[in-house]
């Protein structure tokens, strides 16, 4: 009777972990693409050599997450094509005593996106975003080249997680 009970109980126990998988946990729209193939972004704006720099990080990133593969455009179930419309830097500190002068900016770096399918559908388009702070030295441009590193970083993980979670 007690070896009954305990078999009549024992789908109850479970029922709750029904709903769970393991692996990626991709959008139902990317549940096919495995593989991406990630050319040099495109550079809309007037800072130099920035399309290598955010191209590079968001290829570590996407290597980092694991979700998918970064192959050439041979073997990739999708090409992730994007374009860097925007760099822009506001005052976000000024000196004390004399607003116009600023001793910290925040930096914004814009990507437009758009991942296409080997078929060339388009599966998912979009816009992100990365943004940091920096202090100013001497040369305004200098300070601003050295933390574009660290906004790129944060556009490629906004990047990857909407492309490889959905959000």
């Not at 955010?54 to 094509?81: E, H, S, W």
């Amino acid at each position: 009777m007690k070896k009954a009970f305990a078999l009549l109980l024992l789908p109850f126990l479970f029922e709750g972990c029904g709903g769970y998988q393991l692996g990626p946990a991709t959008p139902g729209y990317l549940r096919n693409v495995h593989a991406i193939a990630v050319p040099t972004f495109t550079n809309n704006t007037l800072e130099p050599r920035l399309e290598v720099l955010v191209t590079n990080t968001a290829i570590k990133q996407f290597q980092q997450d694991g979700t998918f593969r970064i192959v050439n455009a041979d073997a990739a179930d999708a090409t992730l094509k994007a374009e860097i419309i925007g760099v822009g830097r506001s005052p976000a500190r000024s000196v004390r005593g004399n607003v116009l002068s600023t001793t910290e900016f925040n930096l914004n770096l814009t990507v437009k996106f758009t991942l296409m399918g080997r078929d060339g559908k388009q599966l998912t388009a979009g816009a992100v975003s990365g943004s940091t702070s920096f202090f100013v030295g001497s040369d305004v441009n200098t300070d601003q080249r050295q933390a574009l590193p660290l906004a790129a970083e944060e556009l490629a993980r906004h990047l990857v997680s909407q492309l490889s979670e959905g959000w």
